[in-house]
């Protein structure tokens, strides 16, 4: 009896070994079949997650970022036990001991799939193996993948720190809302450091790898209060909080960012604009939209705030007046329907939806609004961040034409603002107001280090991001003149030199063109200087023809105008498309001495490790390391910057350029406590509007049109419309940057010229008439000479002497001993200057 009963024992313990057996050299088998292709964990030694790309100002304040994924990278090191033990209790509650793989766990979730009947399905993942799902293998729901993940978390484990797992998991999870990790999620759901956490706060971050929108703080705030609880229980339970604490924590509300009861750390941040964006452009560009996007790159820009927010009123202040001349109202294009009108909640939740430019500031803050009732003598509107309603009285619309029942209609989305007392800030009415259809842009940079320190793309980022300092290529009409002239006087010209101003006709193949002054009339022979001060068309072309087109092509794709400029005449009036940004960097040079300067957005890159991938100044300190300088001596800055023009060309350029500001196209627009230079440009019926000008410090332009060019009308020229941009900003960058007298070149040799002859006057003459040029050394004004490109003129032609009154009289000037004496009058067809009083 006892023999048979052995025997099956005996059976039986064979049968089990051998399948226990079997069932381990089966494990065993599929551990190695799919362990012998895997990838190596090895990479995560390597692992460089991507990052937040940060724009900072000069100040180091951060003024924008960009990312692909919103990770701010923690070392485990930094990251606070509270959340490091918050994830540990929701996830992974045997992290600390377990090898890799939690078997308890695997069972406990397979019996729960089998009792269930496959309805009851969870995961039983440790974090160290989700750390080699989320890095080394995919997210199928597969057996392959389960082994694959659990033989890689196992030689994970023998080869690396818990702390190191933990810090590759916390910063690598996504948590909702663009936000990757826990440094970003911190930030984005309750606007602090991890140090700041509550422990309520810790928890709910920890309930939200499984399903971030399914414990949403606001659409689904019960269920999300419901989870943190669990997780606060949990970390109670495993000893991580005390009980008075998790009382408190689990009773208390949850507050987010999203709910309203913190500011987003986006409320620190100035809305994006022209600005940060050019250099997103320009630096995905260079380094590749990937590390830009996700490299952790650390970007000092060179904006200077202050003058960026003034760049940006006084564009936006110019563009809404000329809007409002015009007398039109064109309005937003948006629309509510009324329907959706009836009460106060409906129309917020419409108006909030409604995709239109909210980062305006003019005098004051503009707000969306929508039209919610009409009047006869009044408006009543409903204003995005203002409580109940506001009312737009009949006067406000003054400046067009009809009633509000003419141009409004209920639904109609506009923007409002409140118009106050410069005094004390209080409110007068709320007036209407509309984003105008011109367009346009202000630069201004650095004319020594090529430092953009403003730049305004056009009347708002938000209501269009195309930046037209940078992208718009526009004709800069008599803007582009100075590089004729500058040619000119490399080519042997002096500011004294006669061009004759005269009538011409060129045959081209669209036929005959007949090029005029902008006043439509001649004004015979003439001064280079007067030709550029004045503005003069035919002048410029005759002097593009003696010197040749090619000679000003070259120039104008050394200064960076062009890559490669038409070799037509209409070129030398600026017909040729540029953009403003390489308009102010050509003047720049002229304002520096004829040193290539390279406009920069950016100081310096650095990349995530602190190193500098990129730095603008190349200059070098040549005695920084001295520590015992003389008194009074400054530190030697050497630049091996190319040259691009003389500088005695420069110089001369930049003094006739003075005289456009004084007494020349832009006369009366400019008014500033340092000397300036600088040009207007009006295109064919002023299509584009310039003034390009420049301190001896800062270089700035603006031009206006519209984007599908059409006329501005016959009173827009660009010392009516942009100088007095160009006059708003530099009041204020001449308080912080300065300026002064223009450097004069060692080789300059001043003689005295009569401005509107060219006659040479003698030392120490004065008046109105005269102006101290400089020329070359050995180089004397040649009279007798006039020059007119080759083109044919008539002895008898129609001349105007504006400078004159209509009268060909001689000109009284003051000579150095006190006499008065009379030079003779300008030269004309058939007479020439006998140089004066020589």
């Known amino acids: 009896m006892l023999r048979p009963i052995m025997n099956l024992f005996g059976a039986l313990f064979a049968t089990i070994t051998l399948g226990l057996v079997m069932a381990g050299l089966s494990i065993g088998g599929v551990f190695y079949m799919y362990g012998k292709d895997l990838p190596s964990y090895e990479v995560l030694a390597q692992y460089t997650p991507k990052t937040i790309s940060r724009i900072y100002s000069g100040e180091g304040r951060i003024i924008d970022e960009f990312a692909s994924e919103r990770r701010l990278y923690t070392p485990a090191a930094e990251i606070p036990d509270l959340v490091k033990n918050a994830f540990v209790a929701a996830e992974d509650q045997y992290f600390y001991v377990h090898s890799g793989y939690d078997v308890t766990g695997m069972a406990a979730a397979f019996r729960d799939a089998v009792v269930s009947g496959g309805s009851n399905l969870r995961g039983a993942s440790t974090i160290t193996q989700q750390v080699m799902k989320n890095f080394l293998l995919s997210s199928d729901v597969t057996a392959e993948r389960k082994v694959k993940e659990i033989i890689l978390a ?123 964006d050019e250099i997103r452009r320009q630096l995905s560009r260079d380094f590749g939209e990937e590390e830009f996007f996700s490299g952790g790159l650390s970007i000092r820009a060179t904006v200077d705030r202050n003058l960026q927010d003034i760049a940006a009123t006084a564009l936006r202040h110019a563009l809404e007046n000329y809007d409002r001349s015009i007398g039109r109202w064109h309005g937003s294009g948006k629309t509510i329907d009324p329907a959706e009108l009836e009460s106060e909640e409906s129309w917020r939740a419409a108006l909030a939806d409604v995709d239109i430019a909210r980062d305006i500031v003019l005098e004051n803050r503009w707000h969306p609004a929508v039209v919610l009732e009409i009047g006869d003598q009044s408006m009543t509107l409903g204003a995005e961040d203002v409580e109940g309603t506001v009312s737009v009285p009949r006067e406000d619309i003054a400046w067009l034409p009809g009633s509000f029942f003419d141009t409004f209609e209920v639904g ?53 991001v195309f930046n037209r300092a940078t992208q718009a290529l526009r004709q800069p009409g008599s803007a582009f003149k100075p590089l004729v002239y500058a040619s000119a006087l490399d080519s ?44 003069r068309n035919i002048m410029t072309i005759r002097l593009a023809q003696e010197i040749g087109m090619d000679t000003v092509a070259r120039y104008a794709e050394r200064f960076g105008l062009y890559d490669n400029m038409n070799r037509n005449l209409a070129t030398a009036l600026g017909a040729d498309e540029t953009t403003l940004f390489k308009v102010v960097a050509a003047y720049a040079m002229l304002a520096n001495g004829g040193e290539r300067v390279e406009p ?227 030269a004309s067809f058939g007479t020439l200057s006998s140089g004066g009083l020589y």
């Open 492 to 535: 042997g010209y002096t500011p004294a030199t006669i061009i004759v101003d005269a009538p011409i006709e060129i045959n081209t193949p669209q036929g005959m063109w007949r090029p005029q002054n902008s006043s439509h009339q001649f004004y015979g022979p003439t001064p280079l200087r007067t030709g550029i001060e004045q503005s």
């Open 154 to 276: 196992a030689r994970m484990e023998e080869s690396m720190s818990k702390d190191r797992i933990l810090e590759l998991y916390l910063n690598e999870i996504f948590l909702g809302q663009n936000s990757y990790g826990v440094t970003a999620a911190a930030q984005t759901y309750f606007n602090k450091s991890l140090d700041e956490l509550t422990p309520g706060e810790a928890a709910y971050l920890a309930v939200l790898p499984k399903a971030p929108s399914t414990y949403h703080p606001v659409r689904q705030y019960d269920r999300a209060v419901d989870r943190r609880n669990y997780v606060l229980g949990r970390m109670f339970e495993d000893g991580y909080i005390d009980e008075a604490t998790y009382n408190a924590e689990r009773d208390a509300p949850l507050r987010t960012v999203q709910s309203g009861d913190y500011d987003s750390f986006r409320s620190d941040l100035p809305p994006r604009d022209y600005f940060s």
């Open 600 to 826: 920069t957005l950016v100081d310096r890159v650095q990349d995530r490790y602190g190193r500098t991938l990129y730095r603008h100044d190349q200059r070098e300190c040549v005695d920084c390391t001295v520590p015992n300088l003389p008194a009074g001596e400054a530190p030697r800055i050497s630049s091996s910057r190319e040259r691009v023009i003389n500088n005695i060309t420069a110089y001369q350029i930049t003094s006739m350029m003075r005289g456009v500001v004084e007494r020349g196209t832009a006369r009366g627009a400019i008014n500033l406590p340092v000397p300036i230079a600088g040009k207007t440009g009006t295109t064919n019926d002023a299509k584009d509007v310039w003034f390009v000008g420049f301190s001896s410090n800062i270089a700035a332009g603006c031009y206006m049109g519209f984007d599908q060019p059409r006329s501005l009308g016959r009173s827009a020229y660009g010392g009516t419309l942009c100088a007095p941009v160009f006059q708003s900003f530099m009041q204020e960058a001449i308080q912080t940057y300065g300026g002064g007298e223009f450097a004069v070149p060692d080789d300059c040799q001043f003689i005295n010229i009569d401005r509107y002859s060219g006659a040479r006057l003698p030392e120490g003459a004065s008046g109105g008439n005269v102006v101290r040029e400089c020329f070359r050394p050995g180089e004397e004004p040649i009279f007798g000479v006039m020059f007119d490109g080759g083109f044919a003129m008539g002895g008898d032609l129609p001349l105007v002497d504006e400078l004159r009154s209509g009268q060909n009289s001689s000109t009284t000037v003051t000579t150095s001993t006190g006499r008065s004496v009379n030079v003779g009058p300008r």
């Open 412 to 464: 109609d989305v506009v923007h409002v603002r409140q118009m106050t007392n410069d005094s004390d800030g209080s409110l007068i009415r709320w007036t209407l107001r509309q984003v105008p259809e011109v367009e346009g842009a202000f630069m201004a940079m650095d004319v020594n280090t090529g430092r953009v320190l403003a730049m305004q793309g056009g009347f708002s980022y938000q209501h269009s």
